[in-house]
């Protein structure tokens, strides 16, 4: 997916793009400075972000900025690691000269108050504070894991070790004191053998150096999708009733870019159960577990079965459709069958070659 | 040919036939067709056929419409130059009057005097329809009229293309004319002026009863008059929500309905529009219905040809029935309870 689209922009939920999780979170958490670091594929996400009004980012003072690489003289700087990233904007964060920075990744889906993990930092009297979650522990080995001490104190950062000794998993979420993190990322920009990276240049330096570390222990949903299935999954979790991740909870909206579309429509032939529908659809077939974005059509006679279809596509008439994903904008002909398997590891991402052979 | 009609929208029309439904706010801002306010038609119609200047004059009641419209973001009408203008009327009493009050316009009378666009369109603020105006223009300057009714059927659909200037002219001469509004004007035994008529083939229906409101509500889930009145290169706007998509349980069976987003449907639902965040608990059955933003219905309730205004509660098993003849309107923010039924 994030070939052609940087993975912040990919759409999820049937209606939101994955960055729409991060935005909402620092406006509900009263955070009203963002700035978006983009880099691949950066022109759906900066038309989409726009001037953030969609986020009430729309601010005389701050707001959202969107932060491409920039060329210094002749030389284009490429981000070559997140740490990298943040330092040739250190001209952005030193106009606001804030106490705190708040370092997130916009690929992440998850509802969080960084209020109170700033509430804290501040408490723990901490250099700086990383975001965990328990993971289960026989996949700790995917993930960059915290040993911290009883206290919270992070004493050993391990990327994906092989024995993990704990299950605390960083989400990628760091709050620093800023005069703390401007001097360490000038201390590693100087630095030729480092990657440039939070996780693993910059974090291992502070501990190094005795920083004062904490973990900041978070519970609820939240999901790191990079593959086709992870993104399958998480929006199958949203059909859970028992889903942690609450669309509904109005104390705590996810704002979106709303695009305008008539209510949907469903036909007398329909049938549709435990699906999320978004505004513009048309459904005339029959519809399971299953999410579908705006302006999607569904023809007489089809089945569409735990599947997720993107945005403005067709599926003709007696379709079948079973564990797949439909890519926005596309015609799935009339009697075409679908069928991916949860057992084989396999949901399918439908493809333009795919359609060709099935006419051909 | 661009920005050369101004858009005059009449919000001050109250239809005592509505009843109910009038008692919390303006006809204009009256909910529609699950996610959209009367209103939304004329002014999307209006900003579709390139008008870049709308005055709206309300009356009653204007709170729900002016919420609704904010500095008209959503119709792209919050420009610095021109855009969305609002003018409530000076007097709350006064007596009933046909679309485009004179005397409405005389307090305001600067706006038009400063605009440039050398064309208005007064029109009512209740006609549901999708109608590009262009054409209106297009025949009004060829013919050289200097009033255009729009019509429907032969019948009039309260709409009136004329010259700025000329509006100017009736706005000031209007106690030695004896002109109150555009009503008076074209409908004159003796007229001064040259009046055309334009006849519209496309849908229209006017919003003046409560019956009228629940069958055209109901009309659109012929997908022939929804696929007239909503046009992809030619889209209706409304004040957008941030609901999420609407989510359908285990125990959901929908047929013949349009719904809006955000709502949790468990129940059954036939033939029923749906506003924006509805509830609709397990086992109940809900037919024939016009059910209005954020109002819940508990378990096992029946409910048959009801309009149910916004935010009303409606306890389990209680029932409600109405008749397609005569809907049952249940008033805004009210509880109705199982015990009133017994």
């Not at chain 2, 009512?124 to 050289?144: A, K, W």
Request: some cysteine; charged content about 25%; hydrophobic content about 35%.
């Amino acid at each position: 997916m994030t070939q052609n689209l940087a993975k912040p922009a990919v759409p999820f939920g049937g209606k939101y793009r994955i960055i729409d999780f991060t935005l909402s979170n620092c406006t509900n958490s009263g955070i009203d400075t963002v700035g978006v670091l983009t880099q691949y594929q950066p022109l759906v996400l900066n038309s989409y972000i726009g001037i953030g009004s969609a986020w009430d980012l729309d601010r005389r003072n701050g707001g959202v900025t969107v932060l491409p690489p920039y060329s210094e003289s002749s030389e284009v700087k490429w981000y070559t690691g997140t740490a990298s990233a943040i330092y040739q904007n250190l001209n952005y964060l030193k106009q606001y000269e804030p106490e705190y920075v708040l370092v997130l990744s916009g690929d992440h889906i998850y509802k969080m108050n960084y209020e109170l993990m700033l509430e804290y930092h501040i408490e723990k009297g901490a250099d700086a504070t990383i975001s965990v979650i328990e993971v289960p522990w026989e996949e700790a080995n995917r993930f960059g894991i915290m040993n911290t001490s009883d206290d919270m104190r992070i004493i050993q950062f391990e990327e994906k070790p092989t024995v993990p000794k704990n299950n605390l998993a960083s989400m990628g979420i760091y709050i620093f004191n800023w005069k703390l993190l401007k001097e360490y990322l000038e201390i590693d920009a100087l630095n030729p053998d480092s990657s440039h990276d939070f996780g693993k240049d910059i974090i291992p330096m502070l501990l190094e150096e005795k920083k004062h570390l904490f973990a900041y222990p978070f519970k609820g949903y939240w999901k790191d999708v990079g593959t086709v299935k992870s993104l399958w999954e998480a929006n199958m979790d949203l059909l859970d009733e028992k889903c942690e991740l609450n669309l509904f909870d109005y104390e705590w909206r996810i704002y979106s870019v709303n695009p305008n579309h008539p209510p949907q429509y469903i036909s007398t032939e329909a049938r549709v159960k435990c699906s999320l529908i978004n505004e513009g659809c048309t459904v005339e077939g029959e519809v399971e577990k299953s999410v579908l974005f705006q302006g999607v059509m569904i023809g007489k006679g089809s089945l569409i079965r735990e599947t997720v279809i993107m945005p403005n596509a067709k599926i003709g008439q007696n379709v079948f459709i079973e564990k797949a994903i439909i890519p926005t904008d596309m015609s799935i002909p009339d009697g075409m069958v679908i069928r991916g398997s949860e057992e084989k590891d396999k949901i399918v991402l439908v493809s333009n070659e795919m359609l060709q052979k099935f006419v051909s | 040919m661009k920005n050369r009609l101004l858009g005059v929208i009449d919000a001050t029309t109250y239809h005592e036939e509505l009843g109910e439904l009038m008692i919390h706010r303006s006809l204009a801002a009256l909910p529609f067709a699950g996610r959209y306010r009367l209103i939304d038609f004329v002014l999307s119609n209006m900003v579709n056929s390139d008008i870049e200047s709308v005055a709206i004059f309300p009356k009653f009641q204007y709170r729900s419409l002016m919420d609704h419209l904010g500095s008209g973001k959503n119709w792209d009408l919050n420009r610095k130059r021109d855009g969305l203008f609002f003018f409530p009327s000076p007097n709350i009493e006064g007596e009933k009057h046909g679309i485009g009050p004179f005397s409405h316009f005389a307090a305001n009378l600067d706006y038009f005097k400063k605009s440039r666009q050398e064309y208005a369109l007064i029109s009512n603020c209740y006609t549901v329809f999708n109608m590009d105006f262009r054409p209106v223009l297009d025949r009004h300057i060829q013919t050289g009229c200097d009033i255009t009714e729009i019509r429907k059927h032969g019948r009039s659909l309260e709409m009136y293309l004329i010259k700025t200037s000329l509006l100017i002219e009736l706005i000031r001469t209007r106690d030695m004319t004896g002109y109150s509004c555009m009503h008076d004007v074209v409908s004159s035994y003796h007229p001064s002026y040259r009046i055309c008529t334009y006849e519209y083939e496309g849908y229209a229906e006017m919003i003046d009863t409560i019956h009228k409101y629940f069958t055209v509500n109901l009309d659109l889930l012929q997908p022939q008059i929804w696929k007239s009145l909503f046009l992809r290169d030619q889209p209706i706007y409304t004040k957008v929500k941030d609901e999420p998509p609407t989510r359908y349980l285990k125990e959901a069976t929908v047929h013949h309905s349009m719904i809006a987003n955000g709502c949790q449907i468990e129940g059954t639902v036939e033939n029923c529009i749906i506003s924006r965040g509805v509830k609709i608990g397990i086992g109940s059955v809900v037919k024939n219905c016009i059910i209005m933003q954020k109002s819940q219905i508990g378990e096992n309730c029946r409910l048959d040809s009801v309009i149910l205004d916004k935010d009303v509660k409606v306890e389990s098993g209680t029932l409600l029935k109405g008749s397609i003849e005569s809907p049952y309107v249940i008033q805004k923010g009210t509880i109705q309870g199982a015990l009133m039924n017994s």
